[in-house]
């Protein structure tokens, strides 16, 4: 029995994260030059690294190795919503419908991704 390889680009994780992404890039594009530099930046670089993170570990070889990256995609996770999205939040840089948006993403992400590190653990243990 063959296994089959199922591409970045088609994880469920991954989808959720570039919406997560796409949303984030939406609303920095938004932000003045002043927020861009003083909380946007870090947003961005924080919401980005969650589809990066899985990208890479997804590429790694050794399963320790992918759990390492997927462990820093969850954390960049909890960085963008928990910490600089609430910000925006109580800022008021953003309205509380855009951050539900966020969190409307953020859940399943979360979720998937700790499904995703459960699972890398099991199937490194059947080998």
Known sequence: ???QYIQLKDLEVYQLS???ALLGW??????SIEQKKIIGDQFIRAIDSVGANIAEGY????????IRFYHFSRGSLSEAIQHWAELLLELGIIDSET?????EI??????????????THKNAKKR
């Open 99 to 103: 951050f539900d948006q966020l969190g």
């Open 59 to 66: 590429a790694r070889y050794h399963y320790l190795e992918k």
């Open 106 to 119: 953020h859940k399943p992400t979360e979720i998937k991704l700790n499904n995703f590190i459960s699972a």
């Open 26 to 31: 939406t609303i920095y594009s938004k932000l």
């Open 1 to 3: 029995m063959s296994k």
């Open 18 to 20: 570039r919406k997560l």
